[in-house]
């Protein structure tokens, strides 16, 4: 099987052409790896796996032109932690992406995630939902369609944040935090494109660059100045993967947003006397340094504690649903996000926030799989509930 260590009286079948798919889907990146394997040494997933992901021995065996695929190549998150340390500076992360390039064009991908593909293509999301239930979220709230002359905010809402139920509350809480500052902000409602994160996680690279470029056609078109995002990976894929829309762009996350708002005392809040710990997500603390803004917006919070876990900001620990593992199965033994609840639990707080809808989803997961005495919520559900403060709910 691909990835497996070759036997003694094994041939080895050498593929150049590999290797320079390779290199030119990693921009050159793969050709800068010289070997050291601090990258296998420091992956999460050693914690959880009895083999961890042997980063190297993949990037290795491509160098050699060696056949590389199997259920290894996908089990990266993408967090960026083996890149904090690589002495090389390695994309390491963009490395794995374009390997999963070069495993598309030879059929060796897990089964369902072409599936993923096909969604977004015809439903314009990986959640194989229609279209036109896109802005079912906001059925009630009376958000406005976005405006350039109306509004000086374009709230992007997100693939999952408009499907997932849970997801949801998530949005409905930021609509409540728009209004209460006061922000002109609108929604593209259901003409909302799908970022293309998925398809970049799944190592469609050129899928997800056709994405970009109609998303920011959209967004030009529309006279988009100041996008805030909902997801860390939309955020990602606006900041650093789509093409200029304009001069005047500024995609944020909406925890950089509310900071600016409450910096400006245009939001305030009574008192939650709540216990809370913080996860930073990976492509959040680690990737974009947004790392204050969501403690400033706690902490601006009266009452609220903050506590802090072993593992913050760029050495954040990764809760396992980047990468594209939102779309494949992980075994109940081999979560990353058991190990974080667990951690989140030592601080003694009540409350674990995040500020990410695929962290949300696994450790709800793994809370109720521990049967921790933790709510997982969102900073800003936190937020809206304190706009009226209260007990916990």
Known sequence: MPGEPLQADQALLLDDELWEQVVRASDGMASLCYQCGVCTATCPWGLVLKEPLNVRRLIRRAQLGLEVGGDALWLCTTCGLCELSCPRQVAISQVMLSLRRVAWRRRQVPRGLSRVLWDIQFDGNPWGSPPSHRSAWARGLDVPQFSATDHQVLYYV????????????????????????????????????????????????????????????????????????????????????????????RPLHYTSFLAQLVEEGRLCFRPLPWR?????????????????????????????????????GPKTLCCGGGGGRMWLETEAHARLSHLRVEEAAATGAQVLVTACPHCIACLEDSVKLRGLPLRVMDVAEVAAAALAGGEMP
């Open 276 to 312: 809370v710990t913080f996860h930073d997500p990976c492509y959040l603390g680690r990737r974009h340094g947004v790392v204050g803004e969501p403690r400033r917006i706690l902490r601006a919070i009266p009452q609220l504690e903050l506590k802090e876990m072993a593992h913050t």
């Open 158 to 249: 997100g693939c999952t944040v408009a499907y997932d139920r849970r997801a949801q509350r998530v949005a409905r809480a930021l609509v409540s935090l728009f209004r209460a500052a006061a922000v002109p902000f609108g929604i593209l409602g259901d003409d909302e494109p799908c970022c293309g994160h998925a398809a970049r996680d799944l190592g469609q690279l050129e899928y997800a660059r056709h994405l970009a470029q109609q998303g920011a056609e959209i967004f030009r078109r529309a006279g988009v100045r100041t996008l805030v995002a909902t997801s860390p990976h939309c955020y990602d894929m606006f900041s650093r993967h789509y093409p200029p829309v304009s001069d005047s762009f």
